[in-house]
């Protein structure tokens, strides 16, 4: 099993920072590639970044670019977000996504409970 747990979320004006961080707890798993998506008030889920587990590949969604970073610590099985210029339409809940695999399971996909972002203007 894999266990998510996200932090980091609030309330933060238009412009400013948030830093939201990731860790995954886990016995016999190998975490593979982590995500952060996240999912507005009555619209469906989206993603915002992944990350590879040699961290040399990220992608972000177009909405982010500039101003959203995924970073990744293996050693500590944690992922953060940094998010800089936030705007409104930033506001929603943020969940970490990580695939997981073990000699007893297939890779299988996890969530986390989700922190909320909401950005004033």
């Known amino acids: 099993q894999v266990r998510l747990v996200e932090s980091g979320g609030g309330l933060v004006q238009s412009g400013g920072s948030l830093r939201l961080s990731c860790t995954a707890s886990?016995?016999?798993?190998?975490?593979?590639?982590m995500a952060w998506y996240r999912q507005a008030p009555g619209k469906p889920r989206e993603l915002v970044a992944s990350?590879?587990?040699?961290?040399?590949?990220?992608k972000y969604a177009d909405s982010v670019k500039g101003r959203f970073t995924i970073s990744r610590d293996n050693w500590k099985n944690t992922i953060d977000l940094e998010m800089k210029s936030l705007k409104s339409e930033d506001t929603a809940v943020y969940y970490c996504?990580?695939?997981?695999?073990?000699?007893?399971?297939?890779?299988?996909?996890?969530w986390g409970q989700g922190t909320q972002v909401t950005v004033s203007s």
């Open positions: 990350i590879t587990r040699n961290r040399q590949t990220t």
């Open positions: 886990t016995t016999y798993y190998t975490i593979n590639d």
């Open positions: 996504n990580a695939r997981a695999e073990s000699q007893y399971s297939p890779e299988l996909v996890y």
